[in-house]
């Protein structure tokens, strides 16, 4: 893969402007609560995907299973085929959805595969491919994320490499001296608009896939002590983790883009552990606000920061219901909820309940 030349916007943490969750909540112009009501039970949510009025959630590792429901939280169909069979899959890591095919298709890093469903969730084939951990399927080719040792290559190992079933069209992005004890880059996302973006683990730069062929930068968002300044560097994955909980370095973490806001988080050491700082970037302002965390007593909305996909122009994220309820239950905290349908929603919780989605826009 080749990078092409572009014009690409320069984001400066340092410049932000610091602002409390008051501040996301009086940009509201709409926000929605969604549990996801199902007596099988997600472990994790290790992707999600809103597409065609359906939800996919891949819990990829505890229960090794996708669910599908509809925007209501409705479950409509498990996918639960772990096993050695023509039809089923060894061991989940990654999934998307084929816009063009209208399929689903999910990563077997085990079989070293791909199983391909419609997006109701019927078994349509499984067709052999390369060893891969994340997934995206872009101009009817696969964007496999690979691991360290995950290459062909001896001699390098590559971030992506582009697939039609198991043959390679192209490679990029080499891994680099502190990105060689680390397992995976984060999983490549869709903004509202449709364009590809993927970050290389621990880098500032926010890449746009183009094609199979081409790369173009987009974003670099810019933060003193970056522990990329140590690109060239090589260092254990502990050690990476020390720079930051003890030694003031920074690294880029999610990043999510809409056609007016981007909202992406900071990974700073934080009594000696690693702490995500969320941002927001208003593209037309070109402002950044630093959301810091307030201890709320009163909640009209809840907003989680950390978001888990998007729909459109739309922000989702998710919480606990059930943890929620249970502070509630203590006096002595004084938590008030003043919103009657999310109270609703947590007083009806249990310790069976699946996370709730909360899918809002902004102003």
């Known amino acids: 893969m080749t990078k092409v030349d572009s014009d690409f916007q320069v984001i400066d943490v340092d410049c932000a402007i610091k602002v409390d969750m008051n501040f996301l909540i009086s940009k509201l112009t709409s926000i929605l609560y969604v549990p996801l009501k199902s007596t099988e039970l997600i472990g994790a949510i290790n992707k999600a995907i809103i597409y065609d009025e359906k939800i996919y959630i891949l819990d990829a590792y505890i229960t090794e299973r996708l669910f599908i429901f509809d925007k209501r939280g409705n479950l409509l169909k498990m996918i639960d085929n772990k096993g050695e069979g023509p039809n089923e899959y060894a061991g989940l890591s990654g999934m998307c959805i084929d816009p063009d095919r209208k399929e689903i298709c999910i990563n077997d890093r085990m079989s070293i595969s791909k199983l391909y469903y419609n997006l109701d969730g019927n078994f349509l084939r499984k067709e052999k491919s390369i060893s891969s951990f994340y997934i ?16 062909f290559s001896k001699e390098i190992n590559y971030h992506l490499v582009c697939t039609i079933k198991d043959s390679i069209y192209s490679k990029g992005f080499p891994y680099v001296p502190i990105q060689k004890n680390y397992i995976v880059s984060s999983d490549a996302t869709f903004n509202s608009m449709g364009d590809l973006l993927f970050i290389p683990v621990l880098s500032d730069t926010v890449y746009q896939i183009e094609s199979f062929e081409k790369y173009s930068v987009r974003y670099v968002v810019k933060h003193r002590h970056s522990v990329w300044d140590k ?112 109270y609703s929603i947590i007083e009806k919780s249990d310790e069976d309940s699946n996370p709730v989605l909360v899918m809002y826009q902004l102003k």
């Open 136 to 151: 995206n399927v872009f101009n009817h080719y696969v964007i496999n994320q690979l691991a360290v040792n995950q290459s």
């Open 231 to 342: 690109h060239e560097e090589e260092f254990s994955y502990k050690e990476v983790g020390d720079l930051i909980k003890n030694n003031g370095y920074t690294a880029l973490g999610m990043f999510y883009e809409t056609q007016r806001y981007i909202y992406f988080s900071i990974k700073r050491g934080l009594h000696n552990f690693v702490s995500d700082s969320y941002f927001l970037f208003d593209k037309k302002k070109l402002q950044v606000y630093e959301l810091e965390e307030t201890n709320m007593k009163i909640f009209k909305e809840i907003v989680p920061p950390n978001l888990i996909t998007l729909d459109k122009e739309t922000f989702v994220a998710s919480f606990d219901a059930f943890r929620l309820k249970e502070l509630l239950a203590k006096d002595n905290n004084g938590y008030v909820i003043k919103n009657n349908l999310l």
